[in-house]
């Protein structure tokens, strides 16, 4: 069995070709997809700004095979956010995604001070 780990994955790309009520709709729900949402979930978190609407970004967290890399974590992550902006019939030009892998991470702690 392959050893998996957990990436974050953020996912960018344009709004392009919305009709008029799909619009509408990220106008009207733009107060629930400001700063305060930006979550990684495995269904991925929608974040824009209304004015201009023209980008936004979607958060996903993936579990993945660590052999199969950053590279396959955020085409999983670029196919999750295509299926769901397709079923909610939002145009969308070209995604890219930046990936971050938790396990191999290195966090920088401050040393404590020494009295």
Not at 29 to 36: D, F, L
Not at 40 to 47: H, N, V
Not at 52 to 80: C, N
């Amino acid at each position: 069995m392959s050893e998996q780990h957990t990436y974050r994955v953020i996912v960018r790309g344009t709004w392009e070709g919305l009709s008029e009520e799909a619009r509408a709709r990220l106008l009207a729900e733009a107060g629930e997809h400001g700063m305060a949402s930006m979550r990684f979930t495995e269904e991925g978190s929608l974040s824009y700004e209304p004015a201009p609407l023209k980008h936004f970004s979607m958060r996903y967290v993936v579990l993945s095979d660590a052999a199969d890399g950053e590279e396959m974590a955020g085409a999983i992550a670029q196919d999750r956010a295509e299926t769901t902006l397709r079923g909610l019939g939002y145009g969308f030009g070209e995604l890219r995604s930046t990936v971050t892998d938790l396990d191999t991470m290195k966090i920088n702690r401050k040393a404590r001070s020494r009295r």
